[in-house]
């Protein structure tokens, strides 16, 4: 069955959350429809994406990772993006200020290196609270109250603090540059069940085997069966955000048993299923705070 059209949206003017040396951490809130995407896009400050509710997929540069309510992308400054939703979701946005010098969190000249790229952390429940306390209001006629600065740069500080500390999560997912192995590794992200084997989406694509498996050789310094891989995991989290028990997600991604599903896991990130799909408490997102 076809997937519906893709409905594209324009992103929330920025400027009118753009953190300053003022006001260094800004929040944003937004809804999404499924199969919905904000256009391509890019900003001078950092971000940081987060799903309260549902999944979106961010991409950003050469990587793609999927963001589900516990877990953050960190988009760096001046990095073109695109977040397309899986499913219906509530979207909370941080933009933090940056500098020429000062890229990350707050963190030392000597752990920047990491931040400059597009990556997935976790998130705590501290972070995710501070996340939905903060206030979302837009800049407007009105200036805010100074008690909302105030609150706003004492839960800003606390949201950097949980940045600089969350753990890295290996989610992300290599896009290669060649127009033809783009098209079917996007294939394969909306439908990464339809086929199994290499010869099934190179037949679809049009292309040799051969042909495609050169191509993520020469792109992705990979092959196919280790990126698929990373693919299927992406979209065992979809299917964890549903609730979806852990035999079930097995059987849906073609694993013959849940033993073989948990064996991938471990391999992947680490971890068992249990520990990596684990989701957090849900939190009451706060209301905006008083403009003036």
């Known amino acids: 069955m076809p997937r519906p059209a893709r409905t594209l949206l324009a992103p929330l003017d ?10 260094p951490v800004r929040a944003k809130a937004r809804h999404m429809d499924p199969d919905s995407e904000i256009q391509p896009h890019r900003h001078p400050w950092a971000q940081v994406a987060i799903s309260v509710e549902g999944v979106a997929r961010i991409t950003a540069g050469d990587t793609t990772c999927l963001a589900p309510a516990w877990r953050a992308v960190w988009i760096p400054p001046d990095v073109e993006h695109v977040v397309t939703v899986v499913e219906a979701a509530e979207l909370r946005t941080l933009y933090i200020h940056q500098t020429a010098t000062q890229i990350g969190p707050g963190v030392p000249a000597a752990e920047q290196a990491a931040w400059r790229r597009h990556r997935v952390l976790e998130v705590s429940p501290l972070l995710r609270e501070v996340v939905l306390q903060m206030d979302v209001g837009m800049d407007g006629s009105t200036p805010p109250a100074p008690a909302l600065l105030a609150r706003e740069r004492l839960l800003g500080q606390v949201a950097l ?3 600089r500390r969350a753990a890295p999560v290996r989610l992300g997912i290599a896009l290669p540059q060649d127009k033809r192995l783009r098209a079917l590794c996007q294939a394969v992200l909306a439908e990464p069940t339809r086929h199994d084997t290499l010869d099934g989406w190179a037949a679809a694509s049009g292309a040799s085997a051969r042909t495609v498996a050169r191509l993520f050789r020469q792109e992705l310094g990979t092959s196919f069966g280790p990126w698929r891989q990373q693919v299927l995991l992406a979209h065992a989290l979809t299917l964890a955000a549903q609730g979806r028990p852990m035999g079930l997600i097995a059987a849906d991604l073609g694993y013959a048993s849940a033993s073989a599903f948990t064996a991938m896991v471990r391999r992947s990130v680490g971890v068992p299923p ?10 009451t997102p706060a209301r905006a705070g008083p403009r003036g």
């Open 14 to 23: 920025p400027r009118r959350y753009a953190p300053t040396a003022e006001r």
């Open 161 to 163: 603090d949980e940045l």
């Open 274 to 283: 249990g520990r990596f799909f684990a989701r957090p408490e849900p939190a």
